[in-house]
């Protein structure tokens, strides 16, 4: 089963194309040749409403083609039918048996996107910060100490995932998507607000962009006056998508000297690297990557969500866990799915969530430890499920914030009724007979 861990360092990478296939490439993919027409057909169909792109380093390297359709890394990228609701799914297949001509493609595609709620937690109206009472596009102020910055030319991935959700970005539609932002807004807004630690950057991927754009936005922040900035995020999937970025790309060095330049003038830079699973950590090249980025000073921190048919199962995220801090990467989050896109086909109910949680912590030792989860990027902050308890006979959810929208929420215990089906923290009511949860009055989830 598992192969030992091979930790040397490469000692040469022959440079490798990007190679992308979208939903107008599916049919030249020669690995989907090997699957049934009907599915590659059902691929078709949820591709034409769910954003699809995956590169070829995923189908060579990543996807073990023996074991689809359950690979998770074939989940991970790839449209399943069950993605859509029956009626959905046949609506839009019926339009394409018929060859429908693409506008009419394009209006039902729209449609059934608007209800898949593409936008969970308000996030287009509660977060988008201003400068001289004017909304800045491309920067999200939620939690009082981070504010989230979406590069303009950061807003797409090297592949998408299914469960993503900000999946609505992808599609091309464009009042779903954020508006875009820009260095210079982006300085200012770090300067007026002393208040902020921390500037994470976000996407799409980041690590999409050359290096010359990262520079453009980040080697300002050396300066005195974003002496307040003391940490630095990227978020990236590159790690897991195209970890040829860190090795091997014409910018690759450029990219790394710049990571390393933060560093020395005093940034906590953190790589917030998403993974789901222990099979994205182990080719030769993914460790390389790992290495190199290391090797700057930055820090590896690890989160993903937990999700059905991909890693509902203790072992794996033990093991993934496990296999992060020997490669040196800390483990940070496991979220549960956001209640967005094709949430149906992953959702995993929060106590199932819990337990899986539980028993993969079990498995590891303390380094491993530092994941918090399960976690609920919700509306009102990240609420974490802390467990099961039975308080004076009646059993209950504990759980806590691990973010609040109000910064006095964070840590505060709360409890809601015991729910074995609920998905979502709208879903779950306060337990002892209270009428709401404590935040509830200054944010109601309703
Ligand atoms: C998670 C998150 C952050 C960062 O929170 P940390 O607890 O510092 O990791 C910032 N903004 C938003 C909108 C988030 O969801």
């Not at 509660?126 to 009082?144: A, F, I, M, S």
């Not at 897991?240 to 091997?248: C, D, K, M, N, Q």
């Amino acid at each position: 089963m598992s192969k030992a861990i091979d930790t040397r360092r490469l000692q040469s990478v022959a440079p490798r194309k990007f190679k992308v296939f979208t939903h107008h490439q599916l049919d030249q993919i020669p690995e989907l040749s090997q699957l049934p027409e009907a599915v590659r057909f059902e691929m078709q169909v949820v591709a034409n409403v769910l954003p699809f792109r995956v590169n070829e380093y995923v189908i060579q390297d990543l996807i073990d083609w023996s074991r689809v359709p359950d690979d998770p890394i074939f989940q991970l990228v790839f449209p399943q039918r069950e993605m859509l609701e029956p009626e959905a799914f046949e609506r839009m297949a019926a339009l394409l048996k018929r060859a429908a001509i693409r506008e009419e493609v394009r209006t039902l595609a729209t449609e059934l996107r608007g209800d898949l709620n593409p936008h969970p937690a308000g996030q287009m109206e509660l977060n988008v910060p201003t400068l001289d009472d004017e909304p800045v596009d491309g920067l999200q102020h939620k939690y009082r100490e981070t504010v989230l910055f979406f590069p303009s030319q950061g807003q797409v991935c090297h592949s998408y995932c299914t469960f993503c959700f900000r999946w609505a970005q992808f599609v091309g539609d464009k009042d779903l998507r954020f508006a875009l932002g820009e260095a210079e807004k982006l300085h200012r807004y770090l300067r007026e607000h002393r208040e902020l630690s921390d500037l994470l950057v976000t996407g799409g991927d980041p690590m999409v962009m050359k290096t010359h754009h990262l520079e453009g936005y980040l080697s300002a922040l050396t300066a005195p006056e974003f002496e307040h900035i003391q940490t630095i995020r990227i978020g990236t999937k590159a790690l897991t998508f195209w970890p040829y970025r860190f090795v091997s790309d014409a910018d690759s060095d450029a990219l790394l000297r710049l990571l390393e330049r933060l560093v020395m003038a005093g940034k906590h830079v953190a790589i917030m690297a998403h993974y789901n699973h222990w099979r994205e950590l182990e080719t030769p090249i993914a460790r390389e990557a790992i290495r190199r980025v290391r090797d700057t000073g930055a820090v590896i921190r690890a989160q993903g969500p937990l999700l059905r048919h991909i890693n509902d199962d203790a072992d794996a995220w033990a093991r993934m866990w496990r296999t992060q801090v020997r490669l040196g990467v800390v483990p940070y989050y496991m979220f549960v799915e956001r209640d967005t896109g094709a949430r149906r086909y992953f959702e995993v109910p929060l106590v199932r969530a819990w337990q899986i949680y539980r028993d993969a912590m079990q498995q590891v030792s303390g380094l491993g430890r530092t994941a918090r989860g399960p976690s609920m990027s919700a509306k009102p902050g990240k609420v974490e499920i802390q467990g099961v308890s039975d308080i004076q006979g009646e059993k209950v959810l504990a759980l806590r914030f691990i973010q609040g929208r109000n910064p006095d929420w964070v840590q505060r215990p709360f409890f809601a009724r015991y729910d074995e089906t609920a998905t979502w923290l709208d879903q779950l009511r306060p337990a002892f007979g209270e009428e709401r949860f404590f935040f509830e009055d200054e944010m109601p989830l309703g």
